[in-house]
């Protein structure tokens, strides 16, 4: 069974540092997401990616965030200067445009700033 | 005002209990629901969707009254794996909204 695949499983940095969380989608998915859940939390959106360009994003999604679809399987999340509340574990989506925006999750990565 | 708005339980029910989650939401453009489960320190797992005539499967079913914007999960029959945490979830376009989740025990 196809699946959402995600590197590093655990990620550690230090403040001020920059992040790349990497994704694989489903190969036929094409639509992309990206959440986080801060340990104790609920999973929050933070943005939706679509033909190449973002459909949504949440006010948590600022100009620290940028995403990016380098190749035809990666699908990746950068966090810019990262601080200490950024540690969470960030969980990648995708959905079939047939499927009724069906997600199916990867298994997540787990940040954690110093 | 959340989003989306579950009881956090937690829920201590017997194996074979049936047992039901409510959920309230407060966008009445919102157009597409979901329950997802979530265990300790995983992904969320699609449960199913859920549709205005209400939908089945097998001893899920899950009910949708956008009037009163509603949504809830009936399990029958509970198994000690249905122990986890029950996530309502609703889409706004492409921007999806998560409740905090209902925790389920199911104690043999």
């Known amino acids: 069974e196809p699946e959402v695949t995600q590197t590093p499983s655990h990620q550690v940095t230090q403040m001020g540092q920059e992040v790349i969380l990497r994704c694989v989608p489903i190969?036929?998915?094409?639509?992309f997401y990206w959440y986080r859940q801060i340990l104790g939390q609920k999973v929050e959106f933070l943005v939706s990616f679509y033909n190449n360009e973002i459909s949504e994003k949440s006010e948590i999604f600022d100009d620290q965030f940028s995403v990016e679809r380098p190749d035809g399987s990666n699908f990746t999340l950068k966090i810019r200067s990262t601080k200490l509340e950024d540690s969470a574990m960030y969980f990648c989506?995708?959905?079939?445009?047939?499927?009724?925006?069906?997600?199916?999750f990867g298994p997540g990565t787990r940040l954690t700033v110093t | 005002r959340k989003e989306v708005e579950q009881d956090p339980g937690p829920f201590n029910v017997p194996e074979g209990a049936t047992v039901a989650f409510n959920c309230t939401y407060s966008?009445?453009?919102?157009?597409?629901f979901f329950w997802y489960r979530q265990d300790c320190r995983k992904e969320p797992k699609l449960l199913m969707s859920?549709?205005?005539s209400g939908n089945e499967d097998g001893r899920f079913t899950a009910q949708l009254n956008r009037a009163s914007q509603y949504i809830s999960l009936l399990i029958r029959d509970s198994k000690l794996s249905d122990s986890a945490t029950y996530l309502c979830v609703v889409s706004t376009g492409n921007q999806f909204y998560f409740g905090t989740g209902t925790s389920l025990t199911v104690i043999p």
């Open positions: 966008n009445s453009a919102s157009q597409s």
């Open positions: 859920v549709y205005s």
């Open positions: 190969s036929n998915h094409l639509y």
């Open positions: 989506a995708s959905s079939d445009p047939d499927s009724s925006y069906e997600q199916y």
